[in-house]
């Protein structure tokens, strides 16, 4: 059963959660729910949690099998800082 939740926040941030919820095709409550969902899921404990957003962006590019992210952003940032 839905129970209503009533929260304080800045006037910005509802503005742009709620242009980002219109963006993606959901409701601030459908969010928020996911949010709390992944915070409070000890399901798999200690494991990396995806959000719903990270799952719907998956296959949004393919790598190779052997790519290495890490020595990627440790590359990326080399040259960021020189």
Do not use: W
Not at 34 to 52: I, V
Not at 54 to 80: C, T, W
């Amino acid at each position: 059963m839905d129970k209503k939740l009533t929260l304080s926040l800045n006037q910005k941030i509802i503005e742009k959660a709620k242009e980002f919820a219109k963006s993606n095709n959901t409701s601030l409550s459908k969010m928020i729910e996911a949010y709390f969902t992944s915070l409070t899921n000890t399901e798999n404990e200690g494991e990396l949690k995806t959000t719903p957003l990270v799952k719907s962006l998956s296959g949004v590019i393919d790598l190779p099998e052997d790519f290495n992210y890490k020595s990627s952003r440790a590359d990326y940032l080399l040259k960021k800082h020189k």
